[in-house]
């Protein structure tokens, strides 16, 4: 369900794409039907175009150059990107990324959610001691209760960060308000800003669990 303008008036930090290659994938992203293949396939497509529009107003710099014909100028990336998926869904995104920022560094966290407080319990940080980028773009698709991308981004802004980026794919109010309040100076790039949070914490109508769906652990077994 996609919320209308005004619900996405109290989050100045939220940008929600309205595009509308973005909007059909999305809606195929959170079908029950959509198998693990094509759900990768999606994050991926839908990770690509949302980094797209979260580096939009990336810095260049002029440089000069040869074509086989003559000499010429023209722009590169003047800043040094780091990609910090948040494991296990974040992984989803990272190679997409990687394809449009072949440059970029990643660094990894691990957190998952504990199920009974639904509280972020961070379990995996190989940060450097210093952080070397000048923009750090944190991946993750599912923004719940917003707890994983506020802890992981207080990680980063406190391991030096200049700049932080949060590109997802799906956002409940809940979430986009915890990292308006604890985060005003990041946006937070999203496909979809969903309805509601439900009693367990889950998005609706979401999509599920994304890493479950990317990784096939949501079945009877997982
Ligand atoms: C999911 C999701 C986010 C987090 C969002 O991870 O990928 O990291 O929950 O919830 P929040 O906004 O309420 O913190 P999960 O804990 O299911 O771990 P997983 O990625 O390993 O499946």
Redesign the pocket.
Known sequence: MRLPAEAIDPFPNARVSGHPLVRHKVRLLADERTDVKLFRELVRELTALLLYEATSALPVRAVRFRTPLEETSGDEIAVRIGLVP??????GMVESALDLLPAAEVWHL?????EAT????SYYNRLPATCPDDLVILL?????????????TSVLKAWGAPRVLFVGII??P??MR?MQADHPDVPVHVALLDRE?DAD?FIRPGLG????R??G?GGPSG
Not at 86 to 91: D, E, N, S, T, V
Not at 118 to 121: A, I
Not at 140 to 152: E, I
């Open positions: 948040i494991i296990r869904a974040g992984l691990g957190m998952y959610r504990d639904h509280r972020p319990v993750d698709p599912m923004l719940a209760t917003g707890g994983s991308a506020a802890d992981a956002a409940a809940e979430g915890r949070l914490r669990d994304a890493g479950d990317l990784f652990t």
